[in-house]
DNA sequence: TCTAAATGTCTATTGTTGTAGACAACCGTA
DNA sequence: TACGGTTGTCTACAACAATAGACATTTAGA
């Protein structure tokens, strides 16, 4: 607890919103899990000092994103609670990070596309001007459930067909063994915070603003010579990083 | 760019806002560092698809926050314009971690207490049943703007007093030292991001909608001892994490 | 000194958000 | 079967958000 639950007003965030993202929250914390449903309408009404329909608004809209199902005559049930955790280290793999978090994982390739590389991309991946990259535009799922959607972007000819390679695999851990690179590590990963923009509501299934996390991110091979730089993007109400040291 | 400059509406969250947000998104990242001010009001009402008055609404609450100033004739001069970078490793050290980001720090003790170890702080701090620790509330600021407000743990009687030797130096490291411990390390970092509740608004200055980064994280004495245990929220739209493996 | 471009102010209208109250429908249990 | 507690639906009204248009004021520059 210890959350003073005042919402604020005439802030330009409607009440059943910032309503809708404490209930979301309070879920992923656990707080309900004793009886497994959210409290009534009425008891939300009272603890957030508003009317019960802005309430009603707010668990509608939770339950557009399939996170609780209303019963009449029983109470509004939790459907799917879920933090998932990414441990971020030299060693970083994004499905041995989930480990028995999740059971099933899938990597979908959305798009991808050879392209020049940008100013900033070639001081990342520290290459010539005039160098050319492979640009992959990946979504990766747990459980059914998209946990990040990410461009990244691999030097070629070097790793010219990783595309392929992970489209068949759904991962960049055996695409780049496919193409002879057995090991890599995480050099740096930068880390903010953003609302969610169009194509994140769309590809992340997220609602209008709802958070994401944003990770730049650089793996190296043995050597040190960078092979990917990403751009990853995680729902914040569904995934937290750990840095272990 | 490449940012699609689609709002959304009828998701809760005014048009005003979003726009705002954007902006202020825009500010940080340096896109409008050639001019140095903002485009005009109806340049940006064009972009976003949205009336020249809810432009204006979205300025009004970026001046409100001092990060623009609109002079009649002229145009929106940007005042500020900041996001500070934070390192975070073994050596994670918040004053020498900003470096030449920012001229002048302060940390400022807000409130203190002894009281009894939570189960969560008597696993994460390695202590026994009724352990006592000593509660720890900051807030840190980089040229007179807060950057972050934190809740920090000690065990005690080993560090009994860390309060008054944190109001002194307005350092944790330093605290640290006066009390005898030389060094500590850092051993792992927690990284989520929620909606700001009221007591960010007020301590951290930021408005309704803004996102604070969530940290959790546990520093060690060189033998591995757990020394201290954290929880700091910073406003994503001013900090950055970057770990560095 | 005039003009173009920018912000400032005012009025009016429409749609969304939030409040208020009443009652219906449904469920488990006494 | 009756009751208390819960969600579902309806109407009405007030406050806020967004649009629309007109015109004033200020500034830089031709």
Redesign the interface.
Known sequence: MA??S?V?RQ????L???I??RIR?AIANGEYDDTGRVPPEMALAARFGVNRHTVRSALA?LAQEDIVRPIQGIGTMIVRKERL?FP???RTRFIEGLGAQARETEGLLLQSREELASEDLLRRLELAEGSHVVRLETLRKADGRPVSRATAWFPVPWFAGIDEAYQRSGSITAAFKSLGLSDY???????????A???D?KDLKL???A?V?VTRSLNADPGGKPVQFAISRFP??R???????
């Open positions: 959350t003073d005042s604020q802030s330009g965030v409607a059943w919103r910032q809708a993202d929250g809209a955790n971020i280290s030299r590590t995480r050099v740096s990963t930068e880390v903010t915070a953003t609302h923009d169009a194509s509501m609602s209008a603003g958070i996390l914040a109400d995934v937290q990083f750990t840095i272990e040291n």
